[in-house]
Antibody, heavy 117, light 106 residues
Framework: QVQLVQSGAEVKKPGASVKVSCKAS????????IHWMRQAPGQGLEWMGR????????YYAHHLQGRVTMTRDTSISTVYLDLTSLRSDDTGVYFC??????????WGQGTLVTVSS | IVMTQSPGTLSVSPGERATLSCRAS??????LAWYQQKPGQAPRLLIH???SRATDIPARFSGSGSGTEFTLTISSLQSEDFAVYYC?????????FGQGTKVEIK
């Protein structure tokens, strides 16, 4: 079955960077975009951007451009989210999700990123 | 595309029907999904394509609508259904979510 497994929780200081991974299985990795979302404590879901695993093309939410980078490694069916210049309001749970097909969409389990001095 | 959900909070007694609304600022055709989220958990896909139940989702959950107006109905609320529900459009390659409706016990 389709599965997305994310890396573990991270604690970072303000100004640092974080890299979160999302390993896909159970489908053709290069056939579907992967999207990244985040959720601040007690808040709703915010779309961050998406990557085409086939060619690496990306598109980022405007307010994150310059701080966010999404990459992929097709040899291990994994996508990565890099976020730099971390601030306290970057604290939250980060999710990856596979684009929709006739069966719906699949999400990773989430990765908690805490930014604190 | 801006997604607006109503109401913000819905107080319902177990066994009663719950109706949640979602409005899009422009047409998303039927590219609309509904999720359930409980504290500390990832969102769980309930409905996609506006009305198709995802795998293993009970029949008491149903979705309807197209264009800009959508509804999620829970026919008879069970204790495990008290949670936050989000709608999401995927008509554009950039996804947007509603702000959520909290379904609480009355």
């Amino acid at each position: 079955q389709v599965q997305l497994v994310q890396s573990g929780a991270e604690v970072k200081k303000p100004g640092a960077s974080v890299k979160v991974s999302c390993k896909a299985s159970g489908y053709m990795f290069t056939g579907y975009f992967i999207h990244w979302m985040r959720q601040a404590p007690g808040q709703g879901l915010e779309w961050m951007g998406r990557i085409n695993p086939s060619n690496g093309a990306t598109y980022y939410a405007h307010h994150l451009q310059g701080r966010v980078t999404m990459t992929r490694d097709t040899s291990i069916s994994t996508v990565y989210l890099d976020l730099t210049s971390l601030r306290s309001d970057d604290t939250g749970v980060y999710f990856c999700a596979k684009a929709f097909d006739s069966s719906g969409a699949a999400w990773g389990q989430g990765t908690l990123v805490t930014v604190s001095s | 595309i801006v997604m607006t959900q109503s109401p913000g909070t819905l107080s319902v007694s177990p066994g009663e029907r719950a109706t949640l609304s979602c409005r899009a600022s422009q047409s998303v055709n039927t590219n609309l999904a509904w999720y359930q989220q409980k504290p500390g958990q990832a969102p769980r896909l309930l409905i996609h394509g506006a009305s198709s139940r995802a795998t293993d989702i009970p029949a008491r959950f149903s979705g309807s609508g197209s264009g800009t107006e959508f509804t999620l109905t829970i026919s008879s609320l069970q204790s495990e259904d008290f949670a936050v529900y989000y709608c999401q459009q995927y008509d554009e390659w950039l996804w947007t979510f509603g702000q959520g409706t909290k379904v609480e016990i009355k």
